[in-house]
């Protein structure tokens, strides 16, 4: 089954100690971009990655590192957790947005984190 | 100013209705996405456009380049159809996307 898989799908930490959420996809997808979900200002693109060890900025990279070793994997990394990155956080992947924009995007089932 | 601005923020309908969900951008894109946000939270795509009108059972969706504006209409609306919709663009000669703050729908038996 074509899919997008992140883990853990919820979590609970405390300021300061570092994380990371995994994000994998089975559809040989280029293009993979994390997304946090705020109340009141919708969802909000944090990093994407359009191949593996291109990455790039969204509109809300700080406090967040990613790589792309694979094709298939893309963490999102919190070196230093603090209250504000309490969210929901989405990954997604698409087709190579540079062939054409209008390839689907998948998204991830979320992994909701609270910090303490 | 939010670049993507949707309108309503919420809409309770009658099942039956005809639904209209408004979505306007003050950005150059290189494509309009309208997402179904299920009340479990899953995120699907429902459309991608730039231009003119597609539809998909009871889905439709319009763009007007020129007025920077979308509409995602359900005709014939049902309770199944009660989710949070969101439009979303990808921004010309980028690669990113940005999102409008989504209007929760809910339709009534």
């Known amino acids: 089954e074509a899919q997008v898989t992140q883990n853990p799908r919820y979590l609970i930490t405390v300021t300061g100690k570092k994380l990371t959420v995994t994000c994998s996809q089975n559809?040989?997808?280029?293009?993979m971009s994390w997304y946090r979900q705020d109340p009141g200002l919708g969802l909000r693109q944090i990093y994407y990655?359009?191949?593996?060890?291109?990455?790039d900025k969204g509109d809300v990279p700080e406090g967040y590192k990613v790589s792309r070793k694979e094709k298939r994997n893309f963490p999102l990394i919190l070196e230093s957790p603090s209250p504000n990155q309490t969210s929901l956080y989405f990954c997604?992947?698409?087709?190579?947005?540079?062939?054409?924009?209008?390839?689907?995007?998948?998204f991830g089932p979320g992994t909701r984190l609270t910090v303490l | 100013k939010n670049e993507v601005e949707q309108s309503p923020q919420n809409l309770t309908a009658q099942e039956g209705e005809f639904i209209t969900i408004n979505c306007s951008y003050s950005?150059?894109?290189?494509?309009l996405h309208w997402l179904q946000q299920h009340p479990g939270g899953g995120i699907v795509s429902l459309f991608m456009?730039?231009?003119g009108k597609k539809k998909h059972g009871r889905l439709i969706a319009t763009i007007n380049i020129q007025e920077k504006h979308s509409s995602l209409h359900i005709t014939a609306s049902h309770p199944r159809d009660s989710a949070v919709y969101i439009c979303?663009?990808?921004?010309?000669?980028?690669?990113?996307?940005?999102f409008g703050t989504g209007t929760r729908l809910k339709v009534l038996a």
């Open positions: 950005v150059g894109i290189s494509a």
């Open positions: 997604a992947s698409s087709s190579d947005l540079r062939t054409s924009a209008y390839n689907e995007q998948f």
């Open positions: 456009l730039s231009s």
């Open positions: 979303a663009v990808t921004i010309s000669g980028t690669y990113k996307y940005i």
């Open positions: 990655s359009m191949n593996v060890e291109v990455t």
């Open positions: 559809m040989n997808h280029e293009y």
